[in-house]
């Protein structure tokens, strides 16, 4: 390798890296704001959607399942939904918002995660106030196409409304009143039933209580 | 390589068929087999790698006089990745719902041995308008096996297609494992060499 041929590896790998690096920080730069925001707003639909009847859902507290983060929530309804005109400072325009008064807890929503056969599955389960699942519905997961997927599909959610902590548990083959492993998917089943689900409610149970009594 | 310049539309059909990533140059496998349980996600898959295949073969086309030759795989590396990084933060912020379905095969394609093969084979030494037919044909060939395997696994493994069910139950549901998709594309390779021997005098996958 003479000098030049040195030289000429340098300018290129320099070159072409930097303008590489610039396009994609460019990209980066003008796109992940807006999906800062998408992926809130879709959050916050995803848990409108798991207690449609509420007219507030407040955060109130965090836990950890699997090390990662996740929130609970109570769902609220207003006693009394009063509308207030409010003078935006900034354009001077007035605005409408809703004020809520005497708002009343019907029920709670905790998001967890399962782990899976090939992933953590993302979960949100809504509880009303006797902590009876009324709802769940998976955020993201990794499960096998085909197979493990089937978590998302109706006839396996909607086994869930009416569960309690008693009942929350995965059976292979017909089950009355519990929860109905999908054929070749029992993992998934599971990772979704008694890790996220079940856990959710029992952490549910145990927070909410406390703050009762205490 | 053959010696004699290829038609523009010679390339295209020599990506379809005479070397078919899957079927006759065995490349790519691990990715296709990932994905082929289902049309949707082969289809899905199908169509990225057309995509980034005909622009990586274009960059580097453009560049290959610029690259010096000792350094040009780290090159193709970024140019590859670049394409795909840059197609994965686009598709999440502006076709979020599609992206939730194939995020996952996007990001998947950057291990991809064919985009990479055709870089080194062809488009390093060819003209740009030649690169960007060999990598749409190449696309085209890949696209083309993904639909040719989801089907039969999809079809055989779950009774359905394109997630639509065409008989109750699973009749065999280890095609959609991953056994079943080695099962899947053995037999499909066999078939296709044992054509093109039989119909059209070739010497089969070992004589490309």
Same mark, same amino acid.
């Given at each position: ?28 730069? &003008? ?5 800062? /925001?998408?992926? @809130?707003? #879709? $959050?916050?639909? !995803?848990? %409108? ?27 609220? &309804? ?5 509308? /207030?005109?409010? @003078?935006? #400072? $900034?354009?001077? !325009?007035? %605005? ?37 699942? @009324?709802?769940?519905?998976?955020? !993201? ?74 | ?208």
């Amino acid at each position: 390798m003479t000098g030049k041929d040195m030289i000429k590896i340098t300018i290129n790998l320099v070159v072409i890296y930097v303008i590489g690096g610039l396009i994609m920080a460019f990209v980066y730069a &003008k796109t992940s704001p807006i999906m800062f /925001v998408k992926a @809130k707003e #879709e $959050k916050e639909a !995803a848990l %409108k959607l798991m207690m449609p009847e509420a007219d507030k859902i407040a955060s109130l507290g965090a836990w950890e399942p699997h090390e990662r983060h996740a929130e609970y929530y109570a769902a609220l &309804k207003c006693g009394e939904l009063k509308t /207030v005109s409010i @003078k935006d #400072e $900034k354009t001077g !325009a007035m %605005k409408e918002e809703k004020e809520c008064i005497d708002p009343q807890d019907i029920g709670y929503i905790v998001e967890g995660y399962g782990k899976g056969y090939s992933s953590f599955i993302h979960i949100l389960a809504s509880v009303d106030k006797e902590f009876v699942v @009324k709802k769940i519905s998976i955020l !993201a997961h990794g499960e096998t196409p085909g197979l493990g997927d089937e978590i998302q599909k109706d006839y396996f959610l909607n086994q869930f409304e009416g569960k309690t902590v008693d009942t929350l548990e995965v059976i292979k083959g017909e089950t009355p009143d519990k929860i109905q492993a999908i054929t070749g998917a029992t993992i998934s089943s599971r990772a979704v039933t008694e890790d996220g689900v079940k856990n959710g409610v029992i952490l549910l149970k145990e927070k909410l209580s406390k703050e009762v009594q205490g | 390589m053959s010696q004699k310049p290829k038609s523009n539309l010679e390339l295209i059909k020599n990506g379809m068929f005479g070397e078919n990533t899957i079927f006759r140059m065995a490349i790519s496998l691990c990715p296709s087999i990932a994905v082929t349980n289902g049309m949707k996600n082969g289809v899905a898959l199908g169509i990225s790698v057309v995509f980034v295949q005909t622009m990586v073969n274009m960059t580097i086309s453009l560049m290959r006089k610029f690259i010096h030759p000792k350094i040009r795989i780290p090159i193709f590396m970024l140019v590859i990745a670049g394409y795909v990084t840059i197609i994965d933060l686009l598709m999440a912020t502006y076709a979020r719902p599609i992206y939730k379905e194939i995020g996952l095969y996007i990001q998947i394609i950057v291990a991809f041995a064919s985009i990479f093969a055709r870089a080194e084979v062809f488009a390093s030494k060819n003209k740009v308008w030649s690169s960007i037919c060999d990598g749409f044909g190449m696309g085209l060939g890949f696209l083309l096996a993904m639909i040719v395997i989801s089907f039969f696994r999809e079809l055989l493994g779950k009774g359905a297609l394109f997630g639509y069910p065409i008989v109750s139950g699973s009749p065999l549901l280890i095609m959609i494992l991953p056994a079943g998709g080695f099962l899947a594309v053995g037999l499909l390779m066999g078939f296709f060499n044992w054509i093109d021997m039989r119909f059209f005098g070739g010497k089969g996958a070992s004589g490309v």
